[in-house]
């Protein structure tokens, strides 16, 4: 286990194949939820949050998997895993941390089928990623979202004001925006730690 | 029961990309070529009316607080079915689709559907639903595969048409995706407008 190789991981997750703008994996609440900075800050977060804690606890329910040769179950089990996360963690924010609670709001829940968070904990085991491995991946995946969100909550914050034509109003430009975000972000392509 | 108004719905008005912008990763994600599209198409066709028929069935049975979470197993069940015939029998095509069948288990037009369809209303309809909702996702998904794939590479499902040097590369890669669907909703958008204008 070296250094380089979980930089090399969170450099990936974060710029070169961004989960938004690369991978196409989140989109739904991408579009859904950024009209504004501070709730997409939130969702960021909220994001951040789960998809570490999902990538960590489905890497044992992985290995219990393969032990049972149910490899077949995965998609069904680690749903099933998400969503009583998803819950659990609502709940225990709630009791212990209200502020944060409040904070996240309605993101919360919507977490559950956001298919970034489902996505990254396939992708750890499509790529043999071990358990250190996996949740830096989905810790950093979830920083990519972030990054995604809140740049494109920017613009489009600033969208309110501009006056595209008719039939463009609100989500399909909105969709271009994103289509000239992504343009920028293969700039990023070939990036690499050089040892 | 009225299928052709159900149809229309499904295809037109109530399209669940263009209107009820629904399904977007799939969408963007997967339609580089034709048969990619087909394929991810039909796969959520089957997925959608099995999942709303055995959702309806069981609407009166699957108490309410705990409704989402039965509905997930249902879809994930069905889901892992068609990952593993596509597997067995598709190869070339489950390789191409790769994580994005696995996904369709949180693809929101299925749970959406299961939701505001099938736990509403009976068997027959809930199917009819499924099938006219999966049309609609399947036409999106070819108008945006054969765009991207002739003008990204010159070829129409797989046949070469004009060399592929001379084709916008950019259409084939993420960029051209979120362009081709801002460009269709666009579309949708004017046609519906116009028509809710000429009807009136």
Redesign the interface.
């Known amino acids: 286990m070296q250094i380089s190789t979980l930089l090399d991981i969170a450099l990936g997750a974060i710029l070169v194949n961004n989960f938004i703008?690369?991978?196409?994996?989140?989109?739904?609440p991408f579009?859904g939820v950024s009209k504004k900075m501070d709730t997409a800050t939130g969702m960021g977060f909220a994001v951040i949050f789960v998809m570490g804690l999902a990538s960590a606890i489905c890497y044992p329910v992985n290995v219990l998997l393969v032990k049972l040769n149910l490899e077949?179950?995965?998609?069904?089990a680690f749903?099933?895993v998400i969503?009583a996360l998803v819950q659990f963690v609502e709940m225990f924010l709630k009791k212990s941390i209200p502020s944060l609670y409040e904070a996240l709001g309605v993101y919360l829940p919507l977490i559950?089928?956001?298919?970034a968070v489902?996505?990254v904990v396939?992708?750890n085991v499509?790529n043999d990623y071990n358990f250190i491995e996996s949740v830096v991946y989905g810790i950093t995946g979830g920083v990519g979202f972030l990054l995604a969100i809140v740049l494109f909550a920017s613009i489009r914050e600033r969208l309110e004001f501009a006056e595209p034509?008719?039939?463009?109003?609100?989500?399909?430009?909105?969709?271009?925006t994103?289509?000239?975000m992504?343009?920028s972000f293969?700039g990023f392509s070939g990036l690499s730690i050089p040892w | 029961m009225n299928f052709g108004k159900q149809l229309k719905e499904g295809l037109l008005t109530q399209n669940p990309v263009l209107v009820q912008?629904?399904?977007?990763?799939?969408t963007?994600?997967i339609t580089t070529s034709i048969s990619n599209g087909i394929g991810m198409g039909v796969a959520v066709i089957i997925i959608l009316t099995l999942s709303n028929i055995f959702i309806s069935l069981l609407r009166k049975i699957i108490p309410n607080q705990v409704r989402?979470?039965a509905f997930?197993?249902v879809i994930?069940?069905f889901?892992?079915m068609v990952?593993?015939l596509l597997q067995a029998y598709f190869q070339d095509l489950a390789e191409s689709l790769g994580?994005f069948i696995?996904?369709i288990?949180?693809?929101?037009i299925i749970?959406g559907r299961a939701e505001s369809f099938a736990s509403k209303n009976g068997v027959l309809a809930s199917a009819v639903d499924g099938v006219c909702q999966g049309l609609g996702y399947t036409a999106v998904l070819l108008v945006m595969s054969a765009i991207r794939e002739f003008l990204g590479s010159g070829a129409l499902a797989g046949i070469q048409i004009f060399p592929a040097e001379y084709g916008a590369n950019?259409l084939v890669?993420?960029?051209?995706?979120?362009?081709v669907?801002?460009?269709l909703?666009?579309?949708m958008?004017?046609a519906l407008?116009k028509s809710g204008k000429g009807g009136k």
């Open positions: 703008f690369i991978q196409f994996l989140g989109i739904c579009m077949y179950m995965q998609t069904v749903i099933l969503a559950t089928t956001n298919c489902l996505g396939l992708l499509q034509p008719k039939s463009f109003e609100g989500f399909p430009i909105a969709l271009v994103a289509g000239l992504a343009l293969m | 912008l629904l399904g977007m990763c799939s963007l994600a989402i979470a997930i197993v994930a069940g889901v892992t990952d593993l994580v696995p996904l288990v949180v693809n929101c749970l950019m890669l993420p960029v051209g995706g979120f362009l669907l801002g460009c909703i666009a579309l958008q004017w407008n």
